[in-house]
Every structure is written in structure tokens, then in C-alpha cells.
């Protein structure tokens, strides 16, 4: 029993301690490119109104990186302090892409600091912009060499096993296995709808408190496109990943959309209730479109629950996980198409406060549709650490002493998020938009009043 609950409580403090760093990461990776994005726009278009976006939003990136590397830390330390089966026998397949990732992460620092202290040094502002392609190249290098780490657990290749010890180590076909592309696709594709979502929902707040300046107004029809943008790319790796998963992981399909028989012209079932007998009800039913989404063709065969032994299929639950995870995708894709098309028309705005609150309510919706598919990800692969060759319970640790760990670490974790939040709202607050450009740009100072 010691052994299962010390298996339990390192699954919580991972759990906590992943979910908090993906706010982190999720902004590491996105805010970069959309920084780069306003700048070139500001060149381009001669714009002082993008390029101070740009200026305000690295500020802000600055105070998440430094959260994010504590709590990047925090994950390295646990891997080895909870998992130490685990790591014994897979850690010299995940070093490689673990220690890329940690070269990535310098490589993006770097710029980033380079970024960070040379504006207004180059007499052609396009070689200040060119620093921030670095970044976040950087930002996608590193979620991609760890993402191929998650990928490896859940399709694990590039080895074999001699008991407890791996032999003909092939650290590349590891991290380039099935899993891989789908993954990292739906990580970057997610991460750039998100904090292009959290920035639009900002800006909306800002709008929403009587401060609807031209600076304000191109930051939301900047954020709001991209956030159009990359929720369809988002969506398309949404399918692509559920094609994966019927392939190559049907046990996480199938407990994720309830599909206990293995039939052709699967129905697709959202939300609903189940029963103690595995009976589906008040759920909204969609005919054939699992087969659909599986395989491409609607009449296709879809495997159930009933192929996967009881010991291997992953919790029920997850169900819900991956309904909300869809939904608030699509409540994304659909506010950002809403904005974008009342901004077409001159006699219906894009500025009315109902739109506003809808895009407000977008940016922590899209976050929990990260956390969320993160859950779907993460449980949808128990009761496997390492699919196919060793459960959680066995890569655990049996230390007497990991619940002392999870308190130690939920105060680590509140006092950073504190100390962030009261950071960010210090930087900002105190230095509006409004007061910068009058000091950084006069000249069209005027011309960033209220409409």
C-alpha cells in the first residue's frame, strides 16, 4: 500500500507541478512569435503603435520566463526524485532531447536578452527585428525536443528492453517516433492560439475600462486574427491527432469518446452521463462521425474498449477532458471568426461590449482548454508511464516522504504565481500605453486618443 500511495501522491505533485509550469510554457512559446509579428508590422507599415505593442508585450514575457524556468527546474528535479525507476531505465533515451531542450532554451535566452537591450541601436530598426526570430525559434525548438519526450512515453521505440536495462540505443528514431509530428503540431499550433488569445483578451479589458484608443484597437485586430488563425491550425491538428490515436493509441480514443464496442459507423458522443453499467445517457449523439474522425471515411471500423484489456484502459473520465478541450476550442475559432467578420461592416462594430466580454472570456477559456487537453494526454496513457513496457506504479518512488514534497511545492507554487501577477500589474498599471507613447513617440501621440 506504501508503494501506491507514494505512486499516488508523485502522480499529484507532477500533476500540480505540470499544470502550473504550462501556463509558462504556453506563453514562452506563443508571446515571442507575436511579438515579432508587431514589430515587423510597426516597420513596415511605419506604425510606432505596433512597435510599441511589441516593446510592452516583451516586458511582460520577461517576468513569465523567469517563473517559467523555476518551475521548468522544479519538473527536471521531480523526474528524477519521483520517477527514479523510470528514469533508470528510459533516461538514457529521453537525456538527448532533455539536454536539447535545455540548449534550446540558452539559445532563446540569449536573443532574448540581445532583443531586450538594443532598441533604438540600429539606425535600420529591421536588424533589431531580425533578433527576434531567434527567440522564437528558440521558444518552438525547446517545446519541441520536450514534447518528444512526452511523445516517446507514449509510443516508445528506438531501444530494446533486457530486462530492466535498455540495449541498441537509437536516441533519434526515440525522439522521432509515431507520436512525434501529431504532437508537436498540436503543441505550437495550441500554444500560438492561446497566448494570441490571452493578449486579445487584454487588450478587450483595457477597451472595455473607456480606454478605446488607435493603440488598443490594432492590438485586438492583431491578436484577434492570429487568434483566427491559429485556431484553424489548431483544429486541423486536432484531427490529425484523434487519426493518430486511432492508429496507433485506440485504447486513449476510445476511453476518451466512451466507444466501449468496436464497430463500423461509430457515433461520436459528447458530454452525457455514464452509468455503473457503461450506459450513456443525456449525451449529444453524433451519427458516424467518429469513424469519421478516427479514419476519415464515416462507414470506417473504430476499436472499442472491449479490444483492450481491463488492466490497460485508462480512466473514463477523460471523456469530459477531451469534450471541454474541443468545445473551447471551437468557442475560440468561433469568437475570433465573429470579430472578424462585424469588423467588415461599418455600420455594426467590433467594439460593442457584448463582443468585448466575449473575447475577455476567451483568453483563461483558452488556457483551460490547454490544461485540459493536457489531462486528456496525460491520463488517457494510464495505467502507463511507458506504454507497453512499465506502468506508474513501478516507475514511482516508494519514499515515505513525497506528500512534505507536495506542500513544500503548492507554497512554491502560489508564491510564484503572487509574486507574478503582482510584478506584471505593477509594470503595467503604472506605465499605461497612453503615457509610453507620448514619451517614446509625440509625434503621433495625438493621434493615439480616445475615438
Same mark, same amino acid.
Request: proline share 3%.
Given at each position: 500500500m506504501m508503494e501506491l500511495d507514494s505512486a499516488m501522491l508523485?502522480?499529484? !505533485?507532477?500533476?500540480? @507541478? #505540470?499544470?502550473?509550469?504550462?501556463?509558462?510554457?504556453?506563453?514562452?512559446?506563443?508571446?515571442p512569435l507575436m511579438i515579432s509579428i508587431a514589430e515587423f508590422i510597426g516597420i513596415k507599415k511605419n506604425d510606432a503603435h505596433y512597435t510599441l505593442l511589441a516593446r510592452r508585450w516583451t516586458r511582460g514575457f520577461i517576468i513569465t520566463v523567469a517563473v517559467g524556468v523555476v518551475t521548468g527546474t522544479a519538473i527536471g528535479l521531480q523526474l528524477s526524485l519521483l520517477w527514479p525507476s523510470f528514469m533508470q531505465i528510459a533516461g538514457k533515451v529521453i537525456s538527448l532531447p532533455l539536454f536539447l531542450e535545455t540548449f534550446a532554451f540558452f539559445f532563446e535566452a540569449i536573443f532574448l536578452g540581445a532583443y531586450l537591450y538594443t532598441w533604438d541601436r540600429f539606425k535600420k530598426p529591421i536588424y533589431h527585428w531580425l533578433l527576434s526570430i531567434p527567440v522564437f525559434v528558440g521558444g518552438a525548438l525547446s517545446a519541441f525536443f520536450i514534447t518528444t519526450v512526452n511523445a516517446f512515453m507514449?509510443?516508445?521505440?528506438?531501444?530494446? !528492453?533486457?530486462?530492466? @536495462? #535498455?540495449?541498441?540505443?537509437q536516441p533519434l528514431e526515440a525522439m522521432f517516433n509515431p507520436a512525434t509530428p501529431t504532437k508537436?503540431?498540436?503543441?505550437?499550433?495550441?500554444?500560438?492560439?492561446?497566448?494570441a488569445a490571452i493578449l486579445a483578451a487584454i487588450t478587450a479589458f483595457i477597451i472595455l475600462k473607456n480606454k478605446s484608443t488607435d493603440y488598443h484597437k490594432k492590438a485586438l485586430k492583431l491578436t484577434m486574427t492570429a487568434t483566427f488563425l491559429f485556431a484553424i491550425l489548431t483544429a486541423v491538428a486536432g484531427d490529425l491527432s484523434a487519426k493518430f490515436l486511432a492508429?496507433?493509441?485506440?485504447?486513449?480514443?476510445?476511453?476518451?469518446?466512451?466507444?466501449?464496442?468496436?464497430?463500423?459507423?461509430?457515433d461520436l458522443v459528447l458530454f452525457g452521463t455514464l452509468s455503473e453499467d457503461n450506459e450513456i445517457k443525456n449525451e449529444i449523439r453524433i451519427p458516424n462521425a467518429l469513424s469519421f474522425l478516427a479514419h476519415g471515411d464515416f462507414n470506417s471500423e473504430v476499436t472499442g474498449l472491449d479490444q483492450i484489456p481491463e488492466d490497460e484502459q485508462p480512466p473514463l473520465w477523460i471523456h469530459y477532458m477531451f469534450d471541454l478541450?474541443?468545445?473551447?476550442?471551437?468557442?475560440?475559432?468561433?469568437?475570433?471568426?465573429?470579430?472578424?467578420?462585424?469588423?467588415r461592416f461599418k455600420r455594426w462594430s467590433e467594439h460593442n461590449k457584448w463582443l468585448l466580454?466575449?473575447?475577455?472570456?476567451?483568453?483563461?477559456?483558452?488556457?483551460?482548454?490547454i490544461e485540459f487537453g493536457w489531462i486528456y494526454a496525460e491520463v488517457g496513457r494510464q495505467p502507463w508511464i511507458l506504454r507497453g513496457y512499465m506502468k506508474v506504479v513501478e516507475g514511482a518512488t516508494t519514499s515515505p516522504h513525497v506528500g512534505w514534497m507536495f506542500l513544500l511545492f503548492l507554497l512554491l507554487y502560489i508564491l510564484l504565481g503572487t509574486?507574478?501577477?503582482l510584478v506584471l500589474r505593477k509594470l503595467f498599471k503604472d506605465n499605461p500605453a497612453e503615457a509610453e507613447l507620448e514619451h517614446r513617440y509625440p509625434e503621433i501621440a495625438d493621434g493615439g486618443g480616445k475615438e
Open positions: 508523485s502522480r499529484m !505533485l507532477t500533476s500540480m @507541478t #505540470l499544470g502550473f509550469h504550462i501556463i509558462f510554457a504556453t506563453i514562452g512559446v506563443g508571446v507514449n509510443t516508445p521505440q528506438g531501444f530494446d !528492453l533486457e530486462g530492466k @536495462t #535498455l540495449v541498441n540505443l508537436v503540431f498540436h503543441v505550437l499550433a495550441s500554444s500560438y492560439l492561446t497566448s492508429e496507433e493509441q485506440p485504447e486513449k480514443l476510445a476511453a476518451g469518446e466512451w466507444h466501449f464496442d468496436t464497430e463500423e459507423g461509430a478541450m474541443v468545445s473551447l476550442g471551437m468557442y475560440a475559432l468561433g469568437v475570433s471568426f465573429l470579430y472578424l467578420v462585424l469588423s466580454w466575449l473575447i475577455v472570456l476567451n483568453g483563461p477559456l483558452a488556457m483551460l482548454a509574486i507574478c501577477t
